[in-house]
């Protein structure tokens, strides 16, 4: 199983900015994912779930302002970040678990200037 996230990168506070995350290595879409951040100097979060019945959940920090989708057919998932803040630049990782592992992707940099 792999996850690769991409499109990370700078954009100004209030600014949008989509990232994407693509799972292969798994043979059907009966996995959820997982959308977790780390600052420097700081635990990796959870921000945003989707499950495999696309069942959402988001950390109450980024309610109202990311959106987490999937295509399953493109093995895809996506986290739409809106109305950002300089507080949500992270390093961004995607995660899935199946049959009791844990599955990291590596991350993608998000930056928000003030």
């Known amino acids: 199983v792999q996850l690769q996230a991409s499109g990370g990168g700078l954009v100004q506070a209030g600014g949008s900015l989509s990232i994407s995350c693509v799972v292969t290595?798994?043979?059907?879409?009966?996995?959820?994912v997982g959308w977790f951040r780390q600052a420097p100097g700081k635990e990796r979060e959870l921000v945003a779930s989707?499950?495999?019945?696309?069942?959402?959940n988001y950390a109450d920090s980024v309610k109202g302002r990311f959106a987490i989708s999937r295509d399953n057919v493109r093995r895809m998932v996506y986290l739409q970040m809106n109305s950002l803040k300089p507080e949500d630049t992270a390093v961004y990782y995607c995660?899935?678990?199946?049959?009791?592992?844990?599955?990291w992707g590596k991350g993608t940099l998000v930056t928000v200037s003030s």
């Open positions: 995660n899935t678990q199946n049959w009791g592992n844990n599955y």
């Open positions: 290595g798994l043979s059907s879409s009966d996995y959820g």
């Open positions: 989707i499950s495999r019945d696309s069942n959402t």
